[in-house]
Structures are given as structure tokens and as C-alpha cells.
Nanobody
């Protein structure tokens, strides 16, 4: 069983930066693909970014490419999402997720077995 705990959300001004963190309960970063999803009110969760455990290859949604960066800190069992040049449309609840296949990035939330509790990002204009 893997437990994830999201943190780092809050109020940020459009154009500024924010870093989200996901603490993983045990050493799984090399065996899992870790991802961030976000959810707008009334919508399904959408893919934001992911990093493969087997190779550290990353991928991003087009809407955040070039502005967001996902990374892992193996020593601390932590996954980060660096959000730069934040836009008002980035306001959502962000969730960390883990899928037990380290060799592929899945884009559907249904392929992820473990989830954090979510952290709210609010963006002021």
C-alpha cells in the first residue's frame, strides 16, 4: 500500500510561481510512474504532468508545457510540481497519483492506483 500526501497549495498571483509537493510513504519512485492531475469544479480529473520511475522521462499536458516541471527527490521520497508563470485558468485542486508501471506514462486517472488527498491552488488576477 502506498500513501501519498499532497501539500503546497494556496493563493498565488497570476504570473507568479508555486511549488506543490507529494510525500510518498515508501521508496516507490523508481517502481512507479508518478503524476499530477488537477480537477476543476464539476469536471473529471485531468492529466497535468508525469514522470516515469524507470527512466525519469517526463510528459506534460499542452496547457502547462514550458511552465510546469515535475521532478522527484529520491532521498526524501517526494515528488514536486514546480508551477511557473501561473495563469488564472490553472486554479484547481491538484492531486498527486501513482501508477505501478514505471515504464509507461498513463494519461487517464483510471490507470493510477494511489492518490493524494488534493491541494487547492487559487490564482488571483
Amino acid at each position: 500500500q502506498v500513501q501519498l500526501r499532497d501539500s503546497g497549495g494556496g493563493l498565488v498571483q497570476a504570473g507568479d510561481s508555486l511549488t506543490l509537493s507529494c510525500q510518498v510513504s515508501r521508496d516507490t519512485l523508481t517502481m512507479y510512474t508518478m503524476a499530477w492531475f488537477r480537477q476543476f469544479p464539476g469536471d473529471d480529473r485531468e492529466f497535468v504532468a508525469a514522470i516515469r520511475g524507470s527512466s525519469s522521462a517526463t510528459d506534460y499536458a499542452d496547457s502547462v508545457k514550458g511552465r510546469f516541471a515535475i521532478s522527484t527527490d529520491a532521498a526524501k521520497n517526494t515528488v514536486h510540481l514546480q508551477m511557473d508563470r501561473v495563469k488564472t485558468e490553472d486554479a484547481a485542486t491538484y492531486y498527486c497519483a501513482a501508477a505501478p508501471e514505471s515504464y509507461i506514462i498513463h494519461y487517464s486517472p483510471r490507470r493510477y492506483n494511489y492518490w493524494g488527498q488534493g491541494t487547492q491552488v487559487t490564482v488571483s488576477s
